[in-house]
């Protein structure tokens, strides 16, 4: 057995990803410390809090001497804004609101309202505290991107970074300061709807691509205004729901906690997220919302976070449903005492907080900390100097957000199978058939969580396939069905069509409304219909092409068999149908590869690449269905091939805190350039603490010429490659064997203390 040796330092980001992030648009804003609160030479009757000049915490200390119990209490709360306003009920929507109020979910994009509401916060109220606006900018504003868990199938982390920044400045000048992302829930469930909003069921791959939206929202400065606050949610652990519905118990040991959950949240608090949003989930009995543990002795202790915690919609008052407090005053009191500053909607804060503190059940110092924090990332906006946001008509889908837009939906797009016909790319072919219910949708390829997006903004899939083959193909298409209904009537045109055409592209998925925020499903397997419609069409004969559109995993083992290719193109957003027409026409060469595990079967969940090890490797199949899942993490194919030389190091055997050099060489054997991502993992045979058969801890895309040979290279440092947490978040590493894998490639190390 191998020997623990005590490694507790925080796990930074791999080299090779922290190059890609490097070439973003957009750089990081870092955690700093706190700001020095020096008095010296300073007057105490002087207003020293509006001065921008003096450092932040000086600015903090004056402000809060000078407010009363009740301002602070309303700092610390957040109502809504915008939502269903027209020309009537403007002016009293905006006089209900308290001039004192910490902040408001901006449901609108019309800066001039938010104006109004912050020009009675800075002039009516008695201190001008500015208030933040915040709103659920998830994959885009206006500009609509792929769902994140497309996203990072791209596996381009620097390209994410950008989609975000368009985002936020989309959303700045439009009013918004605060953005409810990213969401770094590792998920494990496609069950479960909320899946699309994260980037999969990677630990790591959730960090990386948390850490690039963090630096594309919040930019170089937090200040600009172009930038917003992030916020990352939900935490922590409620990817893990049971049975994949939402809002219910979560059965998380504390190893599990650390092992899965906990590291994306490490890494984008060090990188600078100014805030978190609690969870509606339980963590092995204890509310996220009111759990100690995770908000203060982790969150602020351990990893020096200095921004706030707001909950999730209602959070509070649901302690009470979880049977955690026994009316609203109970909870506001549990979720205050456990490190939550901001109270979403529950109205708990805002009624019963001063009474708390008056009673002694709230200190005032705890008070004014978490007033401290919130008037801190206010500050790091810039609300103070500039409370106003500026009209700029011209800040919707300029070209460059649209080529991102664009770009990013190719690269997230995942060719799932090609059969031994090369379906793909289609050429030399004079009649194209578009059939399926999702060929002329414009609304469902937004996806959920679709901010300000408009359908007419999308381009669809057949809009797509026109403009890509139009000039050289006749293009006819048919519905077939609805997503979901008992009717049949479409079939026959359906068929027609399809043995019409040279090659049919069977457009099918989900809706957008089955996938998102309580949008749990007890299968993932499409409607019926939509089965029926492709079995259907296959009586044509004809090449199918099956284009997918949805929000998670789906199970295809039905549909799989007719279809001679599968392009998982996801809920792209508003460029999606170009994109997925440039990969189905050959000039855009597909490089997505999936972030998350398709299973075979429903009944197989959960499955996921980085599982526990089994006692018997021979035994504990299923009996009725094959035991591996339809496409595997990682699974996604090309249209040129790549050969992999031998994995090599600079040295074998390594020791202490000695670093080595990685590489293997990869090599385009194909016709035509494409983009390869080569995944590096980690295998532990042998732990005190048994490891998953193998963790992912670096990636690298690059760009492949026909014939070329491109090295990718990964810098192991084996205090943290090598290294483990136990169950309260301790890191260790252990001597012994370890293996690397690439693809078909194993390389052993041998680690000495």
Avoid at 658 to 678: C, F, H, M, Q
Avoid at 708 to 732: H, I, K, Q
């Amino acid at each position: 057995m191998k020997k623990p040796t005590s490694h507790c330092q925080p796990w930074p980001l791999r080299a090779g990803v922290l190059c890609l992030l490097g070439c973003a648009a957009t750089a990081a804003a870092v955690a700093r410390p706190l700001e020095t609160s020096d008095k010296s030479g300073v007057k105490p009757e002087t207003v020293l809090y509006k001065d921008s000049d003096l450092p932040i915490e000086i600015r903090i200390d004056d402000l809060l001497r000078r407010m009363t119990i009740d301002e602070k209490v309303m700092q610390l709360n957040q109502y809504t804004l915008g939502l269903n306003n027209n020309a009537n009920n403007i002016g009293e929507e905006v006089k209900e609101i308290p001039a004192e109020l910490g902040s408001l979910i901006y449901f609108n994009a019309d800066p001039a309202l938010r104006n109004a509401v912050q020009r009675r916060a800075m002039e009516e109220s008695r201190l001008g505290i500015p208030m933040l606006f915040g709103f659920d900018v998830i994959h885009g504003f206006r500009t609509v991107y792929p769902i994140s868990l497309a996203q990072a199938c791209s596996w381009n982390p620097s390209l994410v970074g950008k989609a975000c920044a368009v985002a936020a400045q989309e959303a700045r000048q439009s009013g918004v300061d605060w953005t409810f992302s990213p969401m770094i829930d590792v998920a494990r469930d496609p069950r479960w709807g909320r899946v699309a909003e994260g980037y999969g069921e990677d630990p790591y791959v959730n960090g990386v691509f948390g850490v690039a939206s963090v630096r594309g929202y919040q930019g170089r400065n937090l200040a600009d205004s172009t930038s917003v606050a992030a916020c990352l949610k939900h935490y922590v652990a409620y990817g893990a729901s049971e049975a994949g519905r939402d809002y219910v118990y979560t059965e998380v040991s504390p190893q599990t906690l650390w092992d899965t959950y906990l590291l994306p949240y490490e890494m984008c608090v060090k990188a600078g997220a100014q805030t978190l949003m609690s969870s509606f989930n339980d963590i092995s009995g204890t509310p996220s919302s009111a759990n100690h543990y995770t908000l203060t002795e982790i969150l602020k202790e351990r990893w020096g976070h200095d921004g706030f915690v707001v909950s999730d919609w209602g959070a509070i008052e649901q302690l009470i449903n979880q049977g955690h407090a026994a009316d609203k005053k109970d909870a506001a009191r549990r979720a205050f005492n456990a490190g939550l500053e901001m109270d979403m909607i529950s109205h708990a804060y805002d009624r019963h907080l001063a009474d708390l503190v008056a009673e002694g059940k709230v200190s005032q110092e705890a008070l004014d900390e978490a007033v401290r924090r919130v008037l801190r990332v206010k500050m790091r906006l810039g609300l103070f100097e500039k409370p106003y946001t500026p009209d700029v008509p011209d800040r919707f889908l300029h070209p460059v957000s649209l080529d991102i837009a664009g770009q990013l939906a190719a690269e997230s797009m995942v060719l799932l199978k090609n059969d031994s016909t090369l379906t793909l790319p289609i050429k030399d072919v004079k009649k194209i058939a578009v059939i399926g219910p999702l060929a002329k949708d414009k609304r469902d390829l937004l996806g959920s969580w679709l901010g300000h997006g408009h359908p007419e903004d999308v381009v669809t899939w057949y809009e797509g396939i026109s403009n890509e083959f139009g000039d050289r193909a006749e293009i006819r298409y048919a519905q077939g069905c609805l997503l979901d209904s008992s009717d049949t009537s479409g079939f026959k045109e359906a068929l027609d069509t399809a043995a019409w055409a040279d090659v049919v592209v069977l457009c099918l998925g989900e809706n957008m409304k089955w996938s998102g925020e309580n949008a749990s499903r007890s299968s993932i397997a499409l409607p019926e219909i939509q089965e029926q419609l492709a079995m259907e069409v296959s009586k044509a004969g004809k090449p199918i092409v099956l284009v997918l559109s949805n929000g998670r995993p789906l199970e295809l083992c039905r549909l799989e068999p007719l279809a001679n290719a599968i392009v998982e193109g996801w809920q792209p957003g508003i460029n999606g149908g170009d994109a997925l027409a440039g990969i189905l026409s050959g000039r855009i060469n597909p490089s997505g590869r999936l972030a998350i595990t398709f299973p075979y079967s429903t009944g197989q969940i959960p499955i996921y690449y980085n599982r526990r090890q089994s006692g018997r490797h021979d035994q504990g199949f299923y009996q009725d269905i094959t035991s591996e899942p339809m496409y595997p993490f990682g699974h996604g194919l090309s249209y040129t091939t790549y050969s992999y030389g031998d994995l090599s190091a600079t040295s074998t055997e390594l020791s202490g805190n000695e670093k080595i050099k990685l590489s293997i060489p990869v090599t385009n054997t194909g016709d035509v350039a494409g983009d390869e991502t080569v995944l590096w993992f980690v295998q532990d045979p042998a732990c005190t603490i048994t490891r998953p058969v193998k963790e992912l801890r670096n990636f690298e895309k690059k760009r492949i010429e026909p014939g070329e040979t491109v090295v990718y290279t990964f810098e192991l440092n084996p205090m943290r490659d090598f290294s483990f947490v136990d169950a309260d978040g301790n890191r260790f590493v252990e001597p012994g064997e370890f293996r690397i894998v690439v693809k078909d490639k194993t390389l052993t190390l041998n680690y000495k203390k």
